[in-house]
């Protein structure tokens, strides 16, 4: 299983950004996808998930109607849309899956927000 995340960057607050994961190694189109983020001195937290048909999407809090997940399962893609982004999202992203019973990470992605 491999993970790899990209599209991260220096953004100003309010603007947009998108995340994408490329997965391989497995069926991606059976399994649920997560984005985390972890920001300075903070542990890793959840930020959204996505159904393995992609029907269903749950959001933390903090990012509800401001992130988008979605998923293009003829690419074995996973996405992140970022809009309205605040200093408080500055954080690495990263990508994770939970395949037959063991739970993948990708590198991540660093996310920076500031004025």
């Known amino acids: 299983v491999q993970l790899v995340e990209s599209g991260g960057g220096l953004v100003h607050p309010g603007e947009s950004l998108r995340l994408s994961c490329a997965a391989s190694g497995f069926t991606f189109s059976s399994y649920g996808m997560r984005w985390y983020r972890q920001a300075p001195g903070k542990e890793r937290e959840w930020v959204a998930t996505i159904t393995s048909p992609g029907d269903s999407t749950n959001y933390s809090d903090s990012v509800n109607g401001r992130f988008t997940i979605s998923r293009d399962n003829a690419k074995n893609t996973v996405a992140l849309q970022m809009n309205s982004v605040k200093p408080e999202d500055t954080a690495v992203y990263y990508c994770?899956?939970?395949?037959?019973?063991?739970?993948?990470w990708g590198q991540g992605t660093q996310v920076t927000v500031s004025s």
């Open positions: 994770n899956a939970y395949v037959r019973g063991r739970t993948y």
